[in-house]
């Protein structure tokens, strides 16, 4: 039988380890009944969008294409949902004066002369504040560049002008086609493995220190990541969907946009769904 010391010194506690918080169901991705109460809103919403004007406003901007590509002599068939050429019994040459093109590119090119500037002004005297601005202002400009904003702005303008409507969307794109670079790993005391993100050289699972992990060989443990790069694109009104019925766009609080693919890129993308890839045919 052992006998406790009372005046020994009781041995050195593990410490507690550190469970990651809860994940809130009603945002796991990786939770199936959540992506499909996700995919039905979108499905519900993109419903709901496309009546109310919709597709009036992409009818409307079909037609302006066709205008500008001098296809003029064209009525709406309602009952087939799309313009076609007008019934006529004369079937000589039609002459066109394409004065809608002319007036189109004249307003396209005084929206593309329009180029808003994002400013950055420190809002103290500090020294802190003013560095802040000026590395925004900086950053800014690199990204700028990397996407290619001002060719992006041209775009647009050309679809303002012709389709009366268009947006602007940015974002990082995370496609290994960008290139990928090697992300090292840690291990803890308690043996556990993998990326710290951003724990700061503590261990998620007991809390302790880590270290760099290694093979038995003695090579880096870790795995390839994609680099990414940030991009402009964009969006027309053949893609976005919202509530027509609200003129101010600055109040418009919903929308989503299904964006345009070709059908290629498309079975390359989603491999698994290739067989059920096909043209989306809209109102035109």
Known sequence: MAILDPIAEAPPQAAAPRLPPP?????????????????????????QWSKGGRDQIVANAFRNILFMRGWQWIVRDRGAGMWRPISAKYTGPRPVSNRFGSTVNAFTSTIARIEPRLLFR?????????ATAEVSSRAIEVCETETNLRLQRQILAKWVGVTGGG??????????????????????????????????????????????????????????????????????????????????????????????VDADTAKRRWKELAEGIGPDVGPG
């Open 23 to 47: 994940v809130d169901q009603r945002y796991d991705l990786n939770n199936a009944e959540t992506t499909g109460k996700i995919l039905a809103r979108m499905r519900d919403k993109q419903a």
């Open 122 to 130: 420190p809002a103290t005297d500090e020294a802190e504040d003013r």
């Open 167 to 260: 947006w602007l969307e940015s974002g990082y794109d995370p496609s290994p086609e960008h290139g990928t670079r090697f992300v090292p790993h840690d291990e803890g005391v308690c043996g556990w493995v993998g990326a710290l993100n951003g724990s700061q050289g503590t261990c998620p699972e007991c809390g302790g220190p880590t270290m760099p992990a290694v093979d038995p060989q003695g090579q880096p443990i870790g795995e390839q990541a994609p680099i990414g790069k940030l991009y402009t694109e964009v969006a027309t009104v053949f893609e976005m969907y919202w509530d027509a019925a609200e003129p101010d766009w600055s109040k418009v609080r919903e929308y989503q946009r299904k964006k345009s």
